[in-house]
């Protein structure tokens, strides 16, 4: 299984990116699927999640800002970034727990680099 996410880039502050990852193998279901960043010299933080039914939470710094959303026929998590911030910009990467057979994965993405300039 592997997980593709693309859509980083570079964007002025306040602007917009649309961020998507999706699952590619012998992807039978997926449970949860979420977003995670990683800036220069912090540890990797949690940004959004969302559950099969679309149940999902967020931290509280992009809560309002960003919005995620799936598709599940598509095995596919997106993550929507509006009135982006300068303290937005790290590599993103999307984490989901991967149905294969009888046994979830917990895969990860490669990452995809957020820059937000003043």
């Known amino acids: 299984v592997q997980l593709q996410a693309s859509g980083g880039g570079l964007v002025q502050a306040g602007g917009s990116l649309r961020l998507s990852c999706v699952a590619s193998g012998r992807v039978f279901s997926i449970n949860y699927m979420g977003w995670y960043r990683q800036a220069p010299g912090k540890q990797r933080e949690l940004v959004a999640g969302i559950a099969y039914g679309s149940s999902a939470n967020y931290a509280d710094s992009v809560k309002d800002r960003f919005t995620i959303s799936r598709d599940n026929a598509k095995h596919s998590v997106y993550l929507q970034m509006n009135s982006l911030k300068p303290e937005d910009t790290a590599v993103y990467y999307c984490?989901?727990?991967?149905?294969?057979?009888?046994?979830?994965?917990?895969?990860w993405g490669q990452g995809t680099l957020v820059t937000v300039s003043n």
């Open positions: 984490r989901a727990f991967v149905l294969v057979g009888s046994t979830y994965y917990d895969s």
